[in-house]
C-alpha cells in the first residue's frame, strides 16, 4: 500500500488548512514520522517542509503526487518536536491532526512585533512616598496605586501595569511630566542596577523548602528527568521553591515553563517572578490577541526569554532547551481542555519533558487524586510541605450544621455563629472572607430541614432538576417527577438550591448597614481587570467583607484576612459529578487557606447541611490523608478514575430519533469490542449528556471503563474509523461532569 505524507511548508495556522501531499517512498519510510521536516519538490523548485500527517487517502490523482526527496537531518527543529506532540495528542484524546496542531501552534501575525515597554521609577524611594502620601489625600487612587507598585519594585513591564494593575497609559504619562518615571522600549533598555537589587530580593529557603529542592536537583544532576508532587500546605512556600529550582535550571542554560491557572495569575504572583527574574520572564494570557500571542511565540523562540509563566496553553511555548515545566495547583480543573484534543496539561506536560529532557513538578496543597494515586503507585516522586512559613498556624476550622440554624429559627445564609465571629473582626478592624460555593449549581434538589439530597438509585449521583417538574440522572438517565415532600423527613422545605452572591451581599449589607462589602463574582468582574482591581481594593483594606465564588480563593495573600466563611459548603458535594467529594474538599481547604496569613491565626466557619459527610469533615480537619483514603475507596468500589481509566464518547445530531439508534448501534458495536474483555473493562449507556440538548443539538454519551488504557485509545482509534452520521467527540478521565 502506497502512503502519503501531509506537508505544510511553513508553520503557521493559515498554512494548515492546506498541505501539499506527497508519496512516501520504500527507501524514506522508516524515517517519515509526523513532526520530521523533508525536502520535496515543488514547481521547478525543492521546498522544505514538515510532515504533518501519514495517510493512506490520496487528494488528487495518485499520479499527480510527487515523492518526498529527502529527510532533512541534524539538529531537529523546535517545531518539529511540537509537531510530533500534536500528533501524540491527536492520538491519545482522539481528534483531527488539524485540531492538534492548531492547539500547539500559534496563529502566525505579520504585523510589526509589539514593542515590550518597561516603566522605571527615577525617584528615590523617599521623594516617591513623599508623592504617594500627596497622590493618598487628593484621593487619585489611580496614580497612587502605579506609584506604590514602583515603590515595591522600581522597574516593571507596562503590560502588567496597564493590563493587571488596571492603570491608563494617561496616568503614566502624568507620573512621566512629574518626572517620577522613565518609560524605555527593550531595545534601550540595559540596567544592571536593577537586576542586583532584584537579587538582594531572594528570600532564604527553610529547611524543609531546601529538602524539597535539594531533592529534585539531586535527579537532575544526574540527568534523571522525573514528574514530581510537590504537596504543601497552603502557605507552606511552594511559589519560593518553584522559583529556586527555577533558577538552577536557568543556571545550567535551560528554560522553565510555570503554568498557573488564569484565575490565580494575579499581579501579586507575576510580580514575584519579575522580583526575582525580571525581563526573562514573559507572560501569557488569554486575553492577548493575535499578535501579542506571536510576538510571545517568538521571543521564546529567539531565547530573549526563558521563563513563560501562563495558563494551559503555555505548554507550547517552542523552548528548545526545555529543562523545567511548574504546573501550580495541579489539581484544577482548568487544566484540561474542554474542547478536541481535550487533553490534560499534566499528561501533555509528562509527554513533551520526555521529549526534551526536562522534568516536571506539580504543586498542590490538594493534589488531584490522580496525582497522588500516580505517587503511590511511584510514578511520581512525592514530596511534601506540611507546615506554613515561619511556622504560622493552619487556621482552626469549625462546622455549623445549616439544618439546626433552620429548626431553631434562623433563615438567614449566615449562621448565628459565623454572624459573631464577623461582628467581631468589625469590631478589631481585621478583614473577613465569604466564599459562595456555586460550582456546579446545575440545580440538585435538597430538604433544607434535614439535608436529604434526592440521588439515582443506580448511579450514587444526584439528580439533576429539568423542565416540567423532573429530576434525572446524568449517568444513566433514571428519572423520577421532583418529590413535593422529602421522602426522608416529609418536610415541605424540599428545593433547587440556588443563592447567588447578589442576594447574599444584600443580607450581609443589612445585617452589618456599616460594614463596606465587595463583591466579586461573574458580573463584577466582566469589565477587564476589574478582577485585578476588586483584589487590589480589598488587599488595601477599602472594605470589611468580600464577597465572592471560586474567584476569591486563588492566587492572593490578605495579611488581614483573619476570618473565612464558607456558606454553604456542600454545594459541590451534589453535582452529578463522581468528583463532587474531591472538588469540595478542594474548594475548602483552598477557601480555608485565605484565612490566617498574616501574624494573627485565621478562623474558618463550614456551614453545610452535610456536616458528617467525609469530604466536609477530612477539610474541616485539614486531613487530607484520611480524604485521600475514604476518597479512594470509593472510586475502586465504583471503578472510576484514576483506579481505572475512563473514556466518554459524546455523540451529537440534531436529529434525535438518528442520534439515540446511532448511540444504541455504537454501543453494541462497542460489546462486541469488549466481548473478550468482560473482565477488564465495562461499557454504560448510553445515556443523555449532561446537558441533554444545546441550541437544538442533541447529546448522548457512552462511558467506558477499564483499568487498561490503551485497550481504550484502541476503541477510540477503531471507532474514529468507522463512519458516522453524528459528530462524535472523546474524552479520557473528565474532570466535570459531561
Ligand atoms: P504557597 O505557594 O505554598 O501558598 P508561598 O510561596 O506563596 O506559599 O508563600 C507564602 C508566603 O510566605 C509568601 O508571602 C512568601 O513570600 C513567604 N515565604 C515563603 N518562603 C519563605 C521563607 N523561606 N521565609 C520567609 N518567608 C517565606
Ligand atoms: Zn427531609
Ligand atoms: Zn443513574
Avoid at 513533551?352 to 526536562?358: F, T, V
Wanted: aromatic share 8%; net charge neutral.
Amino acid at each position: 500500500m502506497t502512503l502519503f505524507a501531509n506537508v505544510i511548508v511553513d508553520i503557521s495556522i493559515e498554512k494548515l488548512d492546506r498541505p501539499f501531499q506527497y508519496s512516501i517512498p520504500d527507501s524514506l519510510a522508516d524515517r517519515i514520522h509526523p513532526g520530521v521536516q523533508i525536502e520535496a519538490p515543488f514547481g521547478n523548485r525543492s521546498i522544505k517542509g514538515y510532515v504533518i500527517e501519514i495517510t493512506d487517502t490520496p487528494e488528487i490523482e495518485i499520479e499527480r503526487i510527487k515523492p518526498i526527496t529527502g529527510v532533512l537531518s541534524g539538529s531537529v527543529a523546535m517545531e518539529s518536536q511540537l509537531i510530533e506532540l500534536a500528533a501524540w495528542m491527536r492520538q491519545q484524546y482522539g481528534s483531527t491532526m488539524n485540531q492538534a496542531l492548531k492547539t500547539v501552534l500559534p496563529v502566525k501575525k505579520k504585523t510589526k512585533p509589539v514593542e515590550r515597554k518597561w516603566i522605571d521609577r527615577i525617584a528615590t524611594e523617599e521623594e516617591s512616598r513623599k508623592k504617594l502620601a500627596l497622590f493618598e489625600t487628593k484621593h487619585a487612587t489611580a496614580k497612587a496605586r502605579l506609584l506604590r507598585a514602583l515603590i515595591e519594585e522600581p522597574h516593571i513591564e507596562q503590560s502588567l501595569i496597564t493590563g493587571k494593575l488596571n492603570i491608563s497609559t494617561a496616568t503614566i504619562k502624568s507620573l512621566e511630566k512629574d518626572g517620577l518615571i522613565e518609560i524605555s522600549s527593550e531595545r534601550t533598555y540595559r540596567n544592571p542596577v536593577a537586576n542586583l537589587k532584584r537579587q538582594g530580593k531572594q528570600i532564604a529557603l527553610n529547611q524543609n523548602q531546601q529538602a524539597v529542592v535539594d531533592a529534585i536537583m539531586a535527579d537532575y544532576e544526574m540527568q534523571k528527568y522525573g514528574t514530581y508532587l510537590v504537596k504543601g500546605v497552603t502557605g507552606s512556600g511552594k511559589t519560593e521553591v518553584y522559583m529556586e529550582l527555577i533558577a538552577k535550571v536557568l543556571k545550567k542554560g535551560k528554560q522553565a515553563i510555570v503554568l498557573i491557572p488564569e484565575i490565580a495569575l494575579t499581579y501579586q504572583t507575576v510580580m514575584r517572578f519579575y522580583n526575582r527574574f525580571g525581563d526573562r520572564v514573559s507572560i501569557i494570557n488569554s486575553r492577548l490577541s493575535d499578535g501579542e500571542r506571536y510576538d510571545q511565540y517568538l521571543r521564546a523562540k529567539n531565547h530573549d526569554v526563558d521563563i513563560i509563566i501562563g495558563p494551559r496553553s503555555a505548554l507550547f511555548a517552542p523552548f528548545d532547551q526545555l529543562g523545567l515545566i511548574i504546573i501550580d495547583e495541579e489539581h484544577e480543573t482548568s487544566y484540561k481542555s474542554e474542547n478536541a484534543p481535550r487533553y490534560h496539561a499534566r499528561e501533555v506536560a509528562i509527554k513533551r519533558a520526555q521529549m526534551s529532557g526536562a522534568s516536571v513538578v506539580l504543586g498542590s496543597a490538594t493534589p488531584s487524586l490522580e496525582s497522588y494515586y500516580r505517587a503511590k503507585e511511584g510514578d511520581f516522586k512525592l514530596l511534601e510541605l506540611n507546615q506554613r512559613v515561619e511556622e504560622k498556624p493552619l487556621p482552626s476550622c469549625e462546622i455549623i450544621d445549616l439544618r439546626e440554624e433552620l429548626h431553631s429559627g434562623n433563615r438567614s445564609i449566615l449562621s448565628r455563629r459565623l454572624q459573631a465571629l464577623m461582628e467581631q473582626r468589625l469590631e478589631r478592624g481585621q478583614q473577613t472572607m465569604l466564599f459562595l460555593n456555586r460550582r456546579g449549581l446545575s440545580g440538585f434538589v435538597s430538604c433544607r430541614s434535614c439535608g436529604t439530597v434526592i440521588k439515582c438509585p443506580h448511579c450514587d449521583v444526584s439528580l439533576s432538576q429539568h423542565r416540567g417538574g423532573k429530576l434525572m440522572c446524568h449517568y444513566c438517565g433514571y428519572e423520577i417527577q421532583q418529590p413535593k415532600v422529602c421522602p426522608e423527613c416529609g418536610s415541605k422545605y424540599i428545593m433547587g438550591f440556588k443563592a447567588g452572591t447578589q442576594k447574599v451581599e444584600e443580607m450581609v449589607q443589612k445585617r452589618f448597614p456599616n460594614a463596606r462589602i465587595l463583591r466579586m463574582d461573574y458580573d463584577t468582574t466582566r469589565t477587564k481587570d476589574s478582577y485585578e482591581s476588586i483584589l487590589n481594593a480589598f488587599g488595601n483594606h477599602e472594605a470589611d467583607i468580600l464577597i465572592g465564588t471560586q474567584m476569591i480563593v486563588k492566587g492572593h495573600d490578605f495579611a488581614n484576612v483573619t476570618l473565612v466563611g464558607i456558606l454553604a459548603a456542600d454545594m459541590s458535594l451534589n453535582v452529578a459529578d463522581f468528583h463532587g467529594p474531591e472538588r469540595t474538599f478542594d474548594l475548602i481547604t483552598q477557601a480555608a487557606g485565605r484565612a490566617g496569613r498574616g501574624d494573627i491565626p485565621g478562623q474558618v466557619v463550614i456551614q453545610t447541611y452535610s456536616p458528617d459527610h467525609y469530604a466536609i469533615e477530612t477539610a474541616k480537619n485539614q486531613d487530607y490523608e484520611h480524604f485521600y483514603e475514604m476518597e479512594i475507596a470509593y472510586r475502586r468500589l465504583m471503578n472510576y478514575p484514576p483506579v481505572r481509566n475512563m473514556l466518554v464518547i459524546q455523540l451529537t445530531n440534531e436529529n434525535e430519533e438518528i442520534l439515540n439508534t446511532e448511540a444504541e448501534n455504537i454501543k453494541i458495536y462497542i460489546d462486541k469490542m469488549l466481548v473478550n474483555h468482560r473482565k477488564d473493562c465495562m461499557a454504560i449507556g448510553p445515556a443523555d449528556a449532561g446537558i441533554a440538548k444545546i441550541n437544538d443539538i442533541y447529546r448522548k454519551v457512552i462511558y467506558i471503563k477499564s483499568e487498561k488504557e490503551d485497550l481504550l485509545v484502541a476503541i477510540k482509534d477503531r471507532l474514529e474509523r468507522k463512519q458516522a452520521i453524528s459528530n462524535i467527540q472523546y474524552d479520557f478521565n473528565p474532570v466535570s461532569g459531561f
